[in-house]
């Protein structure tokens, strides 16, 4: 399954996505694939990481083409990597990847942190400043969701920008289940209301993990606000405040309501069906609509012909690659 994690700048977004992988990785293992697609890259840390030992972890930004690359394979519809975008779909030929399957992509992008395999993006750097887009290293993510035909009990997770940045791009989409982190505060809850207006516009499953939890005012709070869409909660909590001070204590050792919390999210990721035709058509969408806004003038050709019309990547069709 794919999940994502989103919600307003401070809510502890990147703090929950990262108990989420640890909770995932100790029963799962290598089945489980994390993702730092946040400008602010904190996952790392998060997971335990020391910060110096963070900042030389290989970029996905930085290897964009080589990526692009990989995943063509000899797909015909596909010229180049040249002629590749963020947002272009699989199709016969493509390469498809797995989340625990041996490849030169993730034996050179992939490191274990925490119990956790992770691919980081990589910081917005200076060189960047007034003249690219964050959301261009991000398209290395969007691609690599795209071909992935992931399967029961493989669990790719990723830390999303903060707040509505995650719409700059198709990768809101690519989820089976996104989880908003939601503090009790008026300022998180319009957050929530800003991204629901966008996402269910196209489908996309939400479920709100309230956050900094403090007494029943606090979740009496939420449910007011966002009603069925509250999944869970997590309370004030000493092992998250010894991790940001650099103590970093086993999984087990989590508050058992907040444990509980955890498991409850995983539950209802798990029941979330997979519909791997409507995959594929927000994919060609997304795809058709940067082909024209600006994809088609940047390569001299119309890229929309690189979607293969039928081709999804059900379990069929990733057997057959």
């Given amino acids: 399954m794919k999940a994502a994690f989103v919600g307003k700048g401070g809510s502890g977004k990147t703090t929950l996505a990262g108990l989420f992988c640890r909770f995932l990785a100790v029963q799962e293992g290598p089945r489980v694939l994390a993702f730092d697609a946040d400008i602010n890259q904190h996952l790392a840390v998060a997971l335990g990481a020391d910060p110096d030992e963070a900042a030389l972890l290989p970029a ?22 040249a002629a590749m975008l963020k947002t272009t779909p699989p199709g016969p030929g493509s390469r498809l990847v797995r989340v625990d399957e041996p490849n030169p992509l993730y034996e050179r992008l992939v490191r274990t942190v925490g119990g956790v395999r992770l691919a980081v993006t990589g910081p917005f750097a200076a060189d960047d400043l007034g003249v690219a887009c964050y959301h261009s290293k991000v398209g290395a993510v969007e691609l690599l969701l795209n071909h992935m035909a992931d399967g029961p009990g493989e669990y790719a997770v990723v830390d999303m920008t903060a707040g509505a940045d995650s719409f700059a791009s198709g ?151």
Wanted: hydrophobic content about 45%; proline content about 5%.
């Fill in 171 to 321: 990768l809101f989409t690519r989820f089976d289940l996104t989880f908003l982190v939601c503090e009790p505060t008026v300022r998180s809850v319009g957050v929530y209301r800003q991204y629901v207006g966008y996402a269910r516009d196209h489908g996309v499953r939400i479920a709100v993990v309230g956050n900094k939890v403090d007494d029943a005012d606090d979740v009496a709070f939420l449910r007011a606000e966002v009603g069925d869409d509250l999944l869970c909660w997590v309370g004030r909590s000493g092992f998250v405040k010894a991790a940001e001070r650099g103590r970093f204590l086993p999984i087990a050792d989590l508050e058992p309501p907040n444990a509980h919390a955890l498991a409850t999210m995983r539950a209802a990721l798990d029941r979330c069906e997979k519909d791997w035709p409507r995959y594929a058509a927000q994919a060609a969408e997304f795809h058709a609509r940067n082909a024209v806004a600006w994809g088609n003038a940047r390569t001299g050709a119309d890229l929309s012909a690189q979607i293969e019309p039928g081709f999804n990547l059900a379990p069929a069709t990733a057997a057959a690659r």
């Fill in 60 to 81: 996905l930004g930085d290897h964009l083409e080589e990526i692009k690359e990989y995943l063509r394979g000899d797909n015909p519809r596909i010229a180049s990597a």
